[in-house]
């Protein structure tokens, strides 16, 4: 059975080694921690029989910084299931977690931000807009050269989903 709970300062680390497991530009330690920390912030880890094998990491925004049309909303920064845990319907959970936080938090829009080089890897059967129009997010808008990793910028798409 899948179990979803909030993530606690205790599985940050896990979270961390989940992220270099399901990322091409994994967070850091101490990036995942402040999604454990932080008061606008939240990580969600999704179990099965004590075994942690996804994990969704959210920012609360205060004011839309995304042109959503709302001042608030909720953004899924980071979202992975462990390859051998895999279509078993973990990232539906996953995004419902998001998205029940969203609705608490008072907004309809849940945003992802999708890097322009996960979308363009051709090399990658697993091809990631299947997923999200599954997951029901639509394309929102191009995000030009804000999105950081290691130091380097790059593009990458908005997809918005009305909880
Ligand atoms: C994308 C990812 C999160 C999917 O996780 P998952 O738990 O295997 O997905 P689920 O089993 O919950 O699948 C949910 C639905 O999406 C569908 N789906 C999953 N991946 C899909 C794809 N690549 N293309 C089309 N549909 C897809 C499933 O078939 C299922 O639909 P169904 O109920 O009609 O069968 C996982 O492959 C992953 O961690 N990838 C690497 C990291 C990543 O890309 N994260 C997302 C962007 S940050």
Redesign the pocket.
Known sequence: MIRIARATQASSSVIADMEVD??EFPLTYDQVKEYTTSRSRRAYVASIHGKIV?HVLITAWESDSYETGNDKLVS????????S???????????HAARDKAIDYGTRNLI????HY?IEDKDDP??????????GFQYHRLFTDELVRYGKKYDAYIYLRKT
Do not use: A, C, H, Q
Not at 76 to 83: E, Q, R, Y
Not at 85 to 95: A, E, H, N, P, Q
Not at 126 to 135: D, F, S
């Open positions: 399901t990322k996804g899924i920064d980071s979202l992975g299931v462990l390859p845990f895999r279509g078993k319907g973990i990232s539906y959970d996953l995004v992802i931000i999708v890097p996960t697993w091809n990631i807009l299947g997923w999200l129009e599954r997951m």
